[in-house]
């Protein structure tokens, strides 16, 4: 509280005022806009010798500084987390993703108050602060609307938040929060949440200049269009039609000519090659090549429109008149491109997520599709790891480089001298906290809301804005993500080698210490890592292996897991629903995640709505969860009751009743799960006032996870539908007095 410097008489006449002195930013604080997509590779953009125009990116590029030895976790979630709190991953117990998080403090997803964000620190010094785009940093029990919503975007110092909280979504039919209540977007065809999201960002740019023009902003910008599902404009998706004919180790190859005549990568660098688990391109059939190319083009697409948006945010920044003082830190991507669609490519990505297998026919006779709001792609494995040129492994894999290596272009014209220059020092995303810090002129703060903080782990880039040949500040860093390990020191890498590729879903058990093998590298003079000298040097492998150790004590790192998908198990982590076998639900309630609704999932069930049909219009939604791409529903059409199960989009049980007559019924629908597994089928039953009126087989149900962030809702169905009979959002015109779940609890 400031002291009033005023002085109060018995009389206003005798007294003069003061007003309480306000905080405000140090003189000449730059703007912040901080950019960071979501699983691109450091050789997909132009900018960096990749095939992808991106404008906004080549644009920042002229104007300031390319930093191509920049690493993040390998994972979306972890990155997120340190990049906002200058904090490692595992201290912010964030070792895994929000979907996977165990009772460990390392990976229990509960982020610290002791770790206070970037925005709660530039808001307490005078600033605005918004963010837009992909949050995946809340934790899967408190995503709902019953909250809490400290570790929400507008709970950690983000004044507004518009944008999704989980792991991806729709660009067509996305779910997406306003702050911390869930809107619908527009049900038009040419919505996109891309273009949505730019235009509010630019919106808030000009009005926080009209308005406040004296006072910075801090936009965080994070579009989640470069991880499943790749979205676009079909219009966008047809101008790289053909460019990728060439297939993937072609491509890998210009991609590696393009870095070193750019002075991407240094001279000599080693291309290092293509993993033996995938097939070289010219082993391919002409139907495989056809599908795999088109994949690539509908990546290439959303990546390109995705920048396109940001570019119009620069032109926006720009006609303001503060692109001199406005600092821009565009990181691409949060790990390095995804492998995570099989060698293949997906359909569907929730498909992996449930270890299904979908035969390369079905694909291929859908290729049209690909891009557009009816599938859910990812392209093949062998696509991410050309984007990863000139490194090993993709997205996932924390051990080496193609993982955790993510271009990063930074522009300040007011600040930085040189124009389109290389910086080769090693950093690691939580630098980028205490280079904003730096940049604005304030400190760490020691305490934040009554909250003694934590020793910011990250350390600034600042030093090297204006001296290319500066040596690192950061001398060490470890990685760990899933049991894949690396160190680095002073120039050398030491990482274990991954048993199992990231695009097998459910991995095999295995003794992560003993039984991984280890590898050395001198990354001071093989930028690649192409060349292993464990054997050549094991004294020093030692070495590392004992400083990776030293800071995985330090850091929570311990105990080290290679389990994936399993840990998807709702079960694993509190929960609103666990140990409860009976639920009540009311009409129009909607938006609720998985992580907080009954789990449905490897067991019994029975679904009771109390409804009551009026005369004429009848049909609509009664209780659903999930959508196109996964999902059940118990619903009305044509006046009849009918229960679908959508297994992955790959096929759909019907159970169909007789025409409901008008007036109050109950809907009763009763599943008994075979057992012996996840994903089994089982057998269902329709009733309707106690009266069975059909019954059907389900041969198989999604086992791990119905979706990523379609949800739980009654009376309505929000986002997409899981039957293709019906359109979103298919509200009940009738009454429903209740609808209640009872699950068979082992």
Same mark, same amino acid.
């Given at each position: 509280m400031t002291e009033f410097q005023g002085h109060m008489g018995l009389r206003t006449g005798e007294s003069t005022l003061d007003f309480p002195r306000q905080v405000t930013a140090p003189?000449?604080?730059?703007?912040?806009?901080?950019?960071?997509?979501?699983?691109?590779?450091?050789?997909?953009?132009?900018?960096?010798?990749?095939?992808?125009?991106?404008?906004?990116?080549?644009?920042?590029?002229?104007?300031?500084?390319?930093?191509?030895?920049?690493?993040?976790?390998?994972?979306?979630?972890?990155?997120?987390?340190?990049?906002?709190?200058?904090?490692?991953?595992?201290?912010?117990?964030?070792?895994?993703?929000?979907?996977?998080?165990?009772?460990?403090?390392?990976?229990?997803?509960?982020?610290?108050?002791?770790?206070?964000?970037?925005?709660?620190?530039?808001?307490?010094?005078?600033?605005?602060?918004?963010?837009?785009g992909k949050n995946h940093n809340v934790p899967d029990w408190?995503?709902?609307?019953?909250?809490?919503?400290?570790?929400?975007?507008?709970?950690?110092?983000?004044?507004?938040?518009?944008?999704?909280?989980?792991?991806?979504?729709?660009?067509?039919?996305?779910?997406?929060?306003?702050?911390?209540?869930?809107? %619908?977007?527009? @049900? &038009?065809?040419?919505?996109? +949440?891309?273009? =949505?999201?730019?235009?509010? /960002?630019?919106?808030?740019?000009?009005?926080?200049?009209?308005?406040?023009?004296?006072?910075?902003?801090?936009?965080?910008?994070?579009?989640?269009?470069?991880?499943?599902?790749?979205?676009?404009?079909?219009?966008?998706?047809?101008?790289?039609?053909?460019?990728?004919?060439?297939?993937?180790?072609?491509?890998?190859?210009?991609?590696?000519?393009?870095?070193?005549?750019?002075?991407?990568?240094?001279?000599?660098?080693?291309?290092?090659?293509?993993?033996?688990?995938?097939?070289?391109?010219?082993?391919?059939?002409?139907?495989?090549?056809?599908?795999?190319?088109?994949?690539?083009?509908?990546?290439?697409?959303?990546?390109?429109?995705?920048?396109?948006?940001?570019?119009?945010?620069?032109?926006?920044?720009?006609?303001?008149? %503060?692109?001199? @003082? &406005?600092?821009?830190?565009? +990181?691409?991507? =949060?790990?390095?491109?995804? /492998?995570?669609?099989?060698?293949?490519?997906?359909?569907?990505?929730?498909?992996?997520?449930?270890?299904?297998?979908?035969?390369?026919?079905?694909?291929?006779a859908r290729m049209d599709e690909l891009g557009g709001p009816n599938t859910f792609g990812h392209f093949p494995a062998a696509w991410a790891h050309a984007m990863n040129t000139p490194f090993q492994w993709t997205k996932q894999i924390a051990s080496h480089f193609g993982g955790t290596r993510n271009g990063m272009i930074i522009s300040w014209p007011a600040k930085i001298e040189g124009k389109g220059e290389v910086r080769s020092q090693f950093h690691h995303v939580i630098d980028i906290m205490p280079t904003i810090l730096e940049a604005v002129g304030v400190p760490a703060p020691h305490s934040i809301n009554g909250v003694a903080q934590s020793q910011i782990e990250g350390t600034s880039m600042m030093y090297a804005f204006n001296d290319a040949e500066a040596p690192s500040t950061r001398r060490t860093q470890y990685f760990e993500m899933m049991g894949n390990r690396a160190i680095y020191s002073d120039g050398w890498v030491a990482t274990t080698t991954p048993p199992e590729a990231p695009w097998i879903s459910v991995t095999k058990k295995s003794d992560v210490i003993n039984d991984w093998p280890w590898e050395l590298y001198n990354v001071a003079e093989d930028f690649s890592q192409s060349e292993n000298l464990a054997d050549k040097h094991p004294e020093k492998l030692k070495e590392l292996q004992y400083l990776f150790y030293g800071e995985a004590r330090k850091y929570d790192v311990f105990p080290i897991d290679n389990d994936k998908v399993p840990r998807l198990d709702v079960a694993l982590r509190p929960s609103l629903t666990l140990g409860r076998d009976t639920f009540t639900y009311y009409d129009n309630m909607r938006r609720i995640p998985e992580g907080t609704a009954p789990d449905f999932k490897n067991k019994s069930h029975t679904i009771t709505a109390h409804i009551e049909i009026g005369e004429g219009d009848t049909d609509g939604m009664l209780v659903t969860q999930g959508g196109r791409f996964g999902g059940w529903a118990l619903y009305v059409?044509?006046?009849?009751?009918?229960?679908?199960?959508?297994?992955?989009?790959?096929?759909?049980?019907?159970?169909?009743?007789?025409?409901?007559?008008?007036?109050?019924?109950?809907?009763?629908?009763?599943?008994e799960y075979d057992g012996g597994g996840a994903g089994k089928g089982g057998t269902?039953?329709?009733?309707?006032?106690?009266?069975?009126?059909?019954?059907?087989?389900?041969?198989?149900?999604?086992?791990?996870?119905?979706?990523?962030?379609?949800?739980?809702?009654?009376?309505?169905?929000?986002?997409?539908?899981?039957?293709?009979?019906?359109?979103?959002?298919?509200?009940?015109?009738?009454?429903?007095?209740?609808?209640?779940?009872?699950?068979?609890?082992?």
């Open positions: 003189e000449g604080a730059p703007n912040i806009l901080l950019i960071m997509p979501d699983d691109v590779g450091f050789g997909a953009p132009t900018a960096f010798g990749g095939p992808v125009p991106t404008e906004a990116y080549d644009r920042l590029a002229a104007e300031g500084l390319l930093f191509t030895q920049m690493h993040t976790t390998a994972l979306c979630s972890p990155t997120r987390s340190a990049l906002i709190t200058g904090r490692n991953h595992h201290s912010n117990a964030t070792g895994v993703i929000m979907e996977i998080g165990t009772g460990f403090p390392g990976y229990n997803s509960l982020m610290p108050k002791e770790n206070g964000s970037i925005a709660e620190i530039l808001k307490g010094n005078g600033y605005n602060t918004a963010w837009y408190q995503s709902s609307q019953a909250g809490p919503f400290d570790l929400w975007p507008t709970g950690l110092g983000f004044e507004q938040f518009f944008g999704f909280i989980g792991g991806d979504t729709s660009q067509f039919t996305p779910a997406i929060f306003d702050g911390t209540k869930p809107v %619908e977007p527009p @049900n &038009t065809e040419d919505y996109h +949440l891309d273009e =949505d999201m730019a235009d509010r /960002a630019i919106n808030y740019i000009r009005e926080q200049n009209a308005l406040a023009p004296d006072k910075p902003f801090f936009v965080y910008y994070a579009p989640g269009t470069s991880h499943a599902p790749h979205h676009a404009p079909k219009e966008w998706i047809d101008r790289f039609k053909g460019q990728f004919d060439m297939g993937w180790d072609e491509m890998r190859k210009q991609i590696h000519a393009n870095m070193i005549k750019k002075g991407i990568i240094p001279p000599g660098t080693k291309l290092t090659p293509r993993p033996e688990q995938l097939r070289a391109w010219d082993s391919l059939n002409d139907q495989q090549k056809e599908l795999y190319a088109r994949m690539m083009e509908v990546y290439a697409a959303a990546l390109a429109h995705m920048d396109h948006q940001i570019n119009r945010i620069l032109d926006a920044i720009e006609e303001t008149g %503060e692109m001199d @003082n &406005t600092l821009v830190i565009y +990181l691409m991507g =949060d790990n390095g491109a995804s /492998a995570e669609g099989s060698p293949d490519g997906l359909l569907n990505e929730m498909t992996f997520f449930n270890n299904i297998m979908v035969p390369f026919e079905d694909t291929y059409l044509d006046g009849k009751p009918i229960y679908t199960y959508n297994v992955a989009n790959l096929e759909r049980y019907n159970i169909q009743g007789d025409v409901l007559t008008p007036g109050k019924h109950v809907i009763h629908y009763e599943f269902g039953k329709l009733f309707v006032d106690d009266t069975m009126v059909a019954e059907g087989r389900i041969d198989r149900t999604m086992g791990y996870r119905i979706s990523l962030d379609e949800t739980f809702d009654v009376g309505s169905d929000a986002g997409e539908p899981v039957s293709e009979s019906y359109h979103v959002p298919f509200d009940f015109p009738g009454g429903i007095e209740k609808v209640v779940v009872n699950l068979t609890l082992e």
